[in-house]
């Protein structure tokens, strides 16, 4: 069964640090990976995503993930965080051999707070 | 806007009536997917269509829910009978493959 894990309810950083927001994911195959932003009261906006390639993934706003098969990770990160990025940060994978043809598995959501 | 669009943006009703929700989905986009997210949690899938064929539903939706995509177009998701529990945010998402975007979603209340 697919199943995505973020370990931590909220992350808390100072303006100008590094930020990181971590994920673990459960799916039988390679995965596919997303990243979704939620701002109080809205959708979800999409950050980035791994298909396949480059382990390293940049992405909107100046955030990038890094796919670790081994340790069956993929950690968001942004070397200098803002206060604008404080939001509801959801990890999500999707089973590419499935037969659910893009559903979505999500993460509970870890909240990022940034202060000034 | 060219976005995937979601009406309305809130809804408040009491427990026992019906409720109907409308998205209008990127318009090349085959792929139309509902979710629902409670407080504390991320989005659950709940149906997808492609096209105008509803292809998957989750045990999370009951008989009291039914969703339409008729023509491929829009979609709209019923919820009859409403109860308290129901109250969540609903999204809508729209693909044409490996990208997934997601409207503003519709905030149910249920008094």
């Known amino acids: 069964a697919q199943s995505v894990a973020q370990p931590e309810d909220q992350v808390n950083v100072a303006e100008g640090n590094p930020l990181t927001v971590k994920c673990t994911y459960s799916v039988s195959g390679n995965p596919y990976l997303f990243w979704y932003v939620q701002y109080p009261n809205r959708g979800l906006q999409f950050l980035l995503k791994y298909i396949t390639g480059d382990n390293l993934v940049k992405g909107s706003y100046g955030f990038e993930a890094e796919f670790n098969k081994s340790q069956t990770s993929f950690h968001l990160k942004k070397p200098s965080a803002l206060v604008s990025d404080s939001a509801l940060y959801f990890c999500a994978v999707r089973d590419p051999m499935g037969g659910n043809l893009g559903r979505l598995y999500f993460g509970r959501g870890t909240q990022l707070t940034v202060w000034p | 806007d060219t976005g995937v669009s979601q009406d309305p943006r809130h809804k408040i009703t009491k427990r026992g009536q019906n409720v109907t929700f409308r998205c209008d989905p990127i318009?090349?986009?085959?792929?139309l997917y509902w979710y629902r997210q409670t407080l504390g949690q991320g989005p659950e899938f709940l149906t997808y269509f492609q096209n105008e064929a509803q292809l998957e539903k989750s045990r999370l939706l009951s008989d009291r829910f039914s969703a339409e995509r008729p023509k491929g177009s829009f979609s709209t998701l019923e919820i009859q009978r409403t109860e308290q529990g129901d109250s969540a945010m609903y999204l809508c998402?729209?693909?044409?493959?490996?990208?997934?975007?997601f409207g503003q979603g519709t905030r149910l209340t249920v008094v």
């Open positions: 318009s090349e986009h085959n792929r």
């Open positions: 998402a729209s693909s044409s493959g490996t990208w997934t975007f």
